[in-house]
């Protein structure tokens, strides 16, 4: 089984899961707005690894990051 994570414009929300049932899906879960975030912020990070790996941007070493708190 796959899982997929989607955007949906609030006014095709009604079309989309009239469709997914018709489609015989039957597990259908939206995220709350803290799981958005969560999935945002991971993302973001996922492109700044990204980014440090094609030499694009320096990231902040683990110890200049503990030194900070």
Do not use: T, Y
Not at 35 to 57: A, N, P, R, W
């Amino acid at each position: 089984m796959a899982r997929i994570v989607i955007d949906i414009p609030e006014s095709k929300v009604g079309f989309f899961m009239e469709l997914i049932k018709n489609l015989g899906i039957k597990k259908v879960q939206k995220l709350s707005d803290e799981q958005k975030s969560f999935v945002d912020d991971l993302q973001h990070s996922l492109e700044q690894v990204k980014q440090h790996q094609e030499g694009k941007i320096k990231l902040q070493s683990a110890e200049d990051f503990l030194n900070e708190l």
